[in-house]
T-cell receptor, first 113, second 113 residues
Framework: ETGVTQSPTHLIKTRGQQVTLRCSSQ?????VSWYQQALGQGPQFIFQ???????GRGNFPPRFSGLQFPNYSSELNVNALELDDSALYLC????????????FGSGTRLTVV | GNSVTQMEGPVTLSEEAFLTINCTYT??????LFWYVQYPGEGLQLLLK?????DKGSNKGFEATYRKETTSFHLEKGSVQVSDSAVYFC????????????FGPGTRLSVLP
């Protein structure tokens, strides 16, 4: 049974550019959540996808968008990158869609310069 | 909105010392409570959880009790090891289905041999 896989592991982008981060959920999981973890802080909820539909969203602007595919993998897209978007982006998957049985990936470290 | 507060770190202890990391929360209703651990370069791992008042979560020698009257979920371990060095996050679940987490800022623990 594989865990949650995120790619790439590290990324450097220039302010104003767009970025796509990818997440392969754990086998059998149908729910994916994305979190942003700034340096020295706790993760903050961006949004969740359940069976390809957005199932909740945190306090992030519309330039943060996502997709979930039929195989339950997911993408996080961020447009018009800002310096403050520099963070570790964590993906977590679950089967039940509740906050009990999530498996987290190791994250993508995004640096915006 | 809901929030989680943790004691400031870093916490430095000698091996076999007693550990307490304080966590208090503010929430509407009765959320589930969690402790997650993050080792260097890795994602979050669920350490323990409690879903209702007076529940005690335990794992790997760590314990925490859901105290509704004091809105607290303090993490304790009787004898820490060097391998326990990590960042510890207290969290609660929110949303209509408890589908997302609100994390505290994290407490870095260093255990010296």
């Amino acid at each position: 049974e594989t865990g949650v896989t995120q790619s790439p592991t590290h990324l450097i982008k220039t302010r104003g550019q767009q970025v796509t981060l990818r997440c392969s959920s754990q086998s059998g999981h149908n729910t994916v959540s994305w979190y942003q973890q700034a340096l020295g802080q706790g993760p903050q909820f961006i949004f969740q996808y359940y069976r390809e539909e957005e199932n909740g969203r945190g306090n992030f602007p519309p330039r943060f968008s996502g997709l979930q595919f039929p195989n339950y993998s997911s993408e996080l897209n961020v447009n018009a990158l800002e310096l403050d978007d520099s963070a570790l982006y964590l993906c977590a998957s679950s089967f039940s869609g509740t906050g009990t049985f999530y498996t987290f990936g190791s994250g993508t470290r995004l640096t915006v310069v | 909105g809901n929030s989680v507060t943790q004691m400031e770190g870093p916490v430095t202890l000698s091996e076999e010392a007693f550990l307490t990391i304080n966590c208090t929360y503010t929430a509407t209703g009765y959320p589930s409570l969690f402790w997650y651990v993050q080792y260097p370069g890795e994602g979050l791992q669920l350490l323990l959880k409690a879903t209702k008042a007076d529940d005690k979560g335990s794992n790997k020698g760590f314990e925490a009790t859901y105290r509704k009257e004091t809105t607290s979920f303090h993490l304790e371990k009787g004898s820490v090891q060097v391998s326990d060095s990590a960042v510890y996050f207290c969290a609660l679940s929110e949303g209509n289905y408890g589908q997302n987490f609100v994390f505290g800022p994290g407490t870095r623990l260093s255990v010296l041999p």
